[in-house]
T-cell receptor, first 115, second 110 residues
Framework: EPEVTQTPSHQVTQMGQEVILRCVPI?????FYWYRQILGQKVEFLVS????????KSEIFDDQFSVERPDGSNFTLKIRSTKLEDSAMYFCASSEALASTDTQYFGPGTRLTVL | DAKTTQPPSMDCAEGRAANLPCNHSTISGNEYVYWYRQIHSQGPQYIIH???NNETNEMASLIITEDRKSSTLILPHATLRDTAVYYC???????????FGAGTTVTVRA
């Protein structure tokens, strides 16, 4: 069964450093998403991406964040200058169509620890 | 602005059916009801979704009331591996995102 994969599974970085989290969505999917979950809190939407542009973003997704689909398979989330409060699980998801009409499939997540 | 209300926790005996309620009294006509679960800190896992008809798949059944203001997720024979946080999410046809609440923490006991 096809699945969303994410690398690395755990990333440790120093405050102020740039990190890139990588995702390989399911191959025939057209919509891509990033969510995050701070330890003990809810899963929060960050951004959705379709047709090589951002469809929607949350207030969390400020200028420090960017997304890219550099090739036909990868989807990345970059945090330009990490802060302590960026420590969280980051989940990538993909779907064939919009959220309401098609299922979003989530990856296993990347645990980001900012020291 | 929470669109759904779920009990914070519930216990269930292994092998028995688990009935998870969700209230979505302000749901509108173009909004679907989705159920996901999250086992420990893994990525959310899709379970089932529906608009107004009851739905069943290999994992669960979804019963939506006629007025669509509430629904129940049924896990027919709960196993220890079904211990997870279960999220009921209302999602409209224009939504690009899923809005997760706190969900119901389901503990299946042997």
């Amino acid at each position: 069964e096809p699945e969303v994969t994410q690398t690395p599974s755990h990333q440790v970085t120093q405050m102020g450093q740039e990190v890139i989290l990588r995702c390989v969505p399911i191959s025939n999917h057209l919509y891509f998403y990033w969510y995050r979950q701070i330890l003990g809190q809810k899963v929060e939407f960050l951004v959705s991406f379709y047709n090589n542009e951002i469809s929607e973003k949350s207030e969390i997704f400020d200028d420090q964040f960017s997304v890219e689909r550099p090739d036909g398979s990868n989807f990345t989330l970059k945090i330009r200058s990490t802060k302590l409060e960026d420590s969280a699980m980051y989940f990538c998801a993909s779907s064939e169509a919009l959220a309401s009409t098609d299922t979003q499939y989530f990856g296993p997540g990347t645990r980001l620890t900012v020291l | 602005d929470a669109k759904t209300t779920q009990p914070p926790s519930m216990d269930c005996a292994e092998g028995r059916a688990a009935n998870l309620p969700c209230n979505h009294s302000t749901i509108s006509g173009n909004e679907y009801v989705y159920w996901y679960r999250q086992i420990h800190s893994q990525g959310p896992q899709y379970i089932i979704h529906g608009l107004k008809n009851n739905e069943t798949n290999e994992m669960a059944s979804l019963i939506i009331t006629e007025d669509r203001k509430s629904s129940t997720l049924i896990l027919p024979h709960a196993t220890l591996r079904d211990t997870a946080v279960y999220y009921c999410i209302v999602c409209s046809s224009n939504d690009y995102k899923l809005s997760f609440g706190a969900g119901t923490t389901v503990t299946v006991r042997a």
